[in-house]
């Protein structure tokens, strides 16, 4: 890793350069630099979280001035319990996950001596843009390396020591592996990021670690394609048929786990039959974890026999139903049927998990296909998307792009393929239908 | 199939709309279409021939005048020999493929009654620009409901009574099929281009089939994923190792079994110990085909003894290294080792296909390796970076893309993926490591 002061044009002809080398190295040497980071991280604690000292010292003066919130504050603090743990265990873990580059898809005969083959490939250069936490760029340098991509690394300027001292202990401890020292590459000159989103010909893919606004602003602004989610507007249909005590559990799940997680839900969509029946069960379950609902007119009045706590019941306005509260906040909407449910969650939700709670596995496989969503589930909480909790491994990011990767990204998200072909030198004119004409054998190959 | 004059906003909008039915339709529904739009077609020859002869009397007066080139009329023209046949044959050929939607690529169980499953699905609208072709409607028709998705069509001006003859019969035979009549609409109006590439709400994917210049064009005006390619600047590296015979026979094949061809090859890097051994006989060979070189110094006093046809030597200016020529032309420079091959193709080509022409298998793989291109070969034309050729069975476009789809794409580059999980309302919460947490499951299961 090299700490650079280049101009972005510099730094990602220089990433793009390393990233041939780097994609060539086999898995042990990328895994021994992933050894070698964590190591050398072990054995510079003290230095980092002195450099994060200095951070906070700052952060902390600035929230007392009110320039900024106590939430960042938080997250800047490596020192906090576990966390330099997690994030040295994070980097091992990379490491023990199965190598994403090199693995054969495709291998077809298309003639003797003359064999096609689809392997995978790392994408290239990444761009990954992030915010206040400084844990991140271990991970990120390890998911970098771990997939043979190399990457430009842009922190938020909240954590520029911490940054500076972890990249200069990454730095130095790549300096005895076979990883170039400019395949990962720490930029911290201010306002480069217009910059960097233009190196379009250098960079292949930009990742974005942090708010809503700062992956809006990326896409907004950039021509490489973007690896994330600027929402995650999820909804959940409640039909009558839905098991009603544990609806209520999984609904305030889906809810209440993590409220500012972009798997929250954030619409609940309800069958009008359901909303004598089971509605109002959901409502005191939601209502006694906090929850404030925003109701239209036909599930407030549904309520009405329901006692609740003083505020837990708002109108809702039309702006909701295109809200991600990311807070204890939920929108309700009655809906007649399952197609309607399936026209509001596709003009008004995000793409990124929605689910139906239902009896019926028909009206689920519908639900199921209809929905145009990384995510569609049948009686699962929206919480489950994530890499993690899928069994990836790890989670380079959510994605609701409709192309490459959609949903919770793990490793291979990170990669491309390429087609080897091995022949011998067989003149393409000679093949073909017809007489004199030789046909292509096109057989599937094991792999 | 509708003939839209709506405005490109509420043509991509209903594309939208109709996207989710058609996704959701059963593949013999879908090959149903096809059969349809064949049937329709064989029974409207005569109309549709005789308003392709429309648009070719006009284009054949603009070319009288000059505004039109010869090679456009003859692109024109539906009623030359096969072309008729190969249009109606190519939509049973594409209903013929393997249903890309709906395959299962991971399952997994996350806990008892908790499956999470990856399905392929469409993408959702392509958008479809091409030129001159009008058999090229047909064809993109055919591949977008194959694969389940909604397309708006915009075709070269040149082919506008053409393709309003064919699109109204696609139209009449859809209306007797399940798919909806927006999931294929033809845009006419005039100048629409950018708008329609503005549309990113609504397209998903947008593919150009034509020249050069409409691609870069496309690609310069639009934020919506591009599947193609602009350039394709194909190389290959001759060593002093390759066969001598052969190599010539496959570097003619590269060069002049289709010159106007994207895979067509365009420089010929010669490995400086193979000047006076094996290249002479390839320049001989090429020479006899009537290819001109343009040849650095090296390459040019290597042949000084070599006996060719006039005209056939010419010196090569920096220029030609980073020109795609489309023709009989081809650029020749000399490198001393294949890092220097590999450098000058990974700065210079546009990283579509590439070869190596050596015995020496390791090396060989190292150039596979570093080498950043779609398609790298060891002792193979170039000219095989096609789909048919690669045994898809169709070719949606070839992409030098970095994500998504690399290389010539078949129908399954029309398809992304969502997660599908079928659960008993477990909450999430519930799950992870320590005391009192229920460990995820994460078991593989076949498919």
Redesign the interface.
């Known amino acids: 890793m090299s700490l650079t002061n280049d101009s972005p044009e510099v730094a990602a002809a220089a990433a793009k350069t390393a ?3 780097l ?2 190295l086999p898995a042990s040497a990328r895994n021994e630099a992933l050894e070698a980071i964590h190591a050398a991280l072990t054995a510079s604690k003290d230095e980092i979280l002195a450099a994060n000292a200095r951070d906070l010292e700052l952060a902390r003066k600035a929230a007392a001035d009110g320039k900024l919130s106590q939430a960042l504050v938080s997250r800047l603090d490596l020192g906090k319990k576990g966390k330099w743990e997690d994030m040295l265990q994070g980097i091992l873990d990379v490491r023990d996950l199965e190598d994403p580059v090199g693995k054969v898809s495709l291998r ?1 005969k ?1 003639d003797d001596n ?1 064999n ?1 083959e689809r392997v995978s ?1 790392p ?2 250069v990444l761009l990954i843009i992030f915010e206040a936490r400084p844990e991140v760029i271990a991970n990120i340098a390890s998911l970098a390396i771990k997939s043979g991509n190399a990457a430009i690394l842009k922190g938020g300027k909240e954590s520029t020591e911490s940054f500076i001292a972890i990249s200069q202990v990454i730095s130095s401890a790549l300096s005895t592996t076979q990883v170039p020292n400019s395949a990962i590459q720490l930029v911290t000159t201010r306002d480069v990021i217009l910059q960097l989103l233009s190196q379009d010909r250098s960079i ?2 930009v990742i974005p670690r942090g708010s809503n606004e700062l992956v809006r602003y990326i ?1 907004e602004n950039t ?1 490489i ?1 973007v690896l994330g989610h600027a929402d995650g507007l999820c909804s959940i249909y409640l039909t009558a048929s839905a ?1 009603k005590d ?2 209520a ?2 609904i ?2 889906s809810k209440t ?1 993590y409220p500012a997680a972009c798997n929250s839900v954030e619409t609940l969509l309800v069958q009008d039959k359901a909303l004598s029946t089971i509605f109002p069960g959901v409502a005191a379950a939601l209502a006694l974890k906090g929850v404030t609902l925003r109701l239209d007119a036909a599930s407030k009045a549904a309520l009405s026999s329901t006692t609740l706590p003083d505020g837990t019941v708002l109108d809702a306005t039309p702006e909701d139903y295109d809200t991600e509260h990311l807070s204890l906040t939920l929108a309700v909407k009655t809906v007649s049927s399952v197609e309607e449910a ?1 026209l509001h969650i ?1 003009t008004h939700g995000s793409h990124h998990t929605d689910s139906i ?1 239902t009896s019926d596995g028909a009206e ?1 496989e ?1 639900f ?3 929905v ?10 929206t ?3 994530d890499g993690m ?3 990836f491994g790890t989670e380079v990011g959510i994605s609701t792009n ?7 990204v793990g490793l291979d998200g990170l990669t ?14 000679q ?1 073909g239908e017809g007489e004199g004409k030789r046909p ?1 054998k ?1 057989e599937r190959l094991a792999f």
């Open positions: 990233s041939f080398t994609a060539s077809t298309l003359l096609l490939c994408i290239g292949d893919l896409k021509k394609p098991d544990k609806a559990v999984a305030v799940d786990s399936i596709n709670f689920a519908h199921m296909n209809q145009d969503s990384a995510g569609v589930y049948w009686n699962a909480s919480r489950l998307a909790r899928y069994g409709k192309i490459h990767s959609r949903g919770p491309i393929y390429k087609y080897k072909i091995r022949g011998d030198y067989q003149p393409t004119a093949y292509w096109h």
